[in-house]
């Protein structure tokens, strides 16, 4: 009887842990708030190589034709980052943190903060970071394997990415804006930077495989 209920004690006993607030898990949720403040005002330039339209057409072609640089804001990579590192829950709890603080303290978003931050085309991004926390770190909960990673990014960058546009949608009919303005911003926003959101989230995240293992072995 006793060592068959040994491992339901086990599972008892880590359950309960996990829900326990520490000083070092609040000390490290509130530095990965800080960490998507930061990622909102910096920006990466990615230079890598491109095949030139006028390739096959005989152009004079320069070195500088085979590279293309693109201006990467990398804040949904990061938020990846938070939810493979801090996990499901205390993820949620930092984008959460993020979000009020951007609408009541202190303006830490891109174009300002405030309550009526809201009404803002992009913050449908800023609140899908919640599920797509709540999803990558449900997958990721099973554990960090190749397919689970790559299955947490999958899931994670379009969630952000598909509530964004819907919100982006609603809050250009409130503003009756025209179909040209609701293209060119689903180009500028979700067009080709969901490829770079796709590797660079997939590349923190394998890292926060690594620094969760670190970090945590400490706690």
Known sequence: MIKAAKPKIRVVKKQIEGIRLTFGSILLVLCCAFLLVLSTFVQLNVTHFIIPKGLFSGANLQIS????????IPQIPVVMFVGAFLGKKYGIACILLYILTGLFIIPVFALGGGPKYIFEY???????????????????????TNRNMLHAVLVGV?????IGILYMLFIAGLKHEGTAFMWGW???????????????SFALVFIAKYAKIILWFFM
């Open 65 to 72: 034709d085979f590279l293309h640089t693109y201006r990467l």
């Open 158 to 162: 379009l969630t952000i990415h598909i």
């Open 186 to 200: 689903i180009f500028a926003q979700s067009g080709v930077k969901i490829i770079y959101d796709f590797i660079f």
């Open 122 to 144: 992009g913050f449908g991004y800023i609140l899908a970071y919640i599920p797509a926390v709540f999803f990558a770190g449900s997958i990721l909960k099973s554990g960090f």
